[in-house]
């Protein structure tokens, strides 16, 4: 009788090991799954944000080149404003999903974009430069941080 309990108890002890053992390894497999999905929304937001400030920043260098006024201009000036409101919309699931550093960058280049924004509005001549590449840079390496891409290798362009 001894000896069927301590046989019962190697069969209890090596099926609870085994449990455990296999809901460890789904529980770590979920976690990487749901990692990797997260990341991949992630890279998807920021590049549609980037897609969206860059499409607002042509918009807004262009309509310096036409004739104010023009059909042409009302045009570029109508698609810059839609291209805005995405811009915004975008900005909103970049907050959601985003590390403080990429929304801080972000930020910036925000407040570059709405200073391009206010002097189209504005009827007023572009400037040379409002840093908009510095900016958008520095939102790439924050990106590019957050998602844990090293850099070290990579040229800055």
Not at 37 to 55: G, M
Not at 102 to 130: C, D, F, K, W
């Amino acid at each position: 009788m001894t000896s069927q309990i301590w046989t019962l108890t190697g069969v209890l002890i090596g099926a609870l090991t085994s449990y455990f053992s296999v809901m460890l390894t789904e529980r770590s497999k979920h976690r990487r799954e749901m990692a990797i999905r997260w990341d991949q929304r992630k890279l998807d937001t920021y590049i549609e944000y980037a897609a969206c400030v860059k499409e607002v920043a042509d918009f807004a260098r262009r309509s310096h080149r036409v004739e104010e006024g023009s059909r042409a201009h009302g045009e570029l000036v109508a698609a810059m404003e839609a291209s805005e409101r995405r811009r915004s919309a975008q900005f909103e699931g970049l907050v959601l999903l985003a590390a403080p550093p990429v929304i801080e960058a972000a930020h910036e280049v925000n407040l570059t974009v709405r200073q391009m924004l206010e002097r189209v509005r504005g009827h007023e001549p572009p400037r040379e430069s409002y840093g908009f590449t510095g900016r958008l840079n520095a939102y790439h390496e924050r990106v590019r941080e957050d998602l844990g891409i090293r850099t070290r290798s990579w040229p800055v362009i």
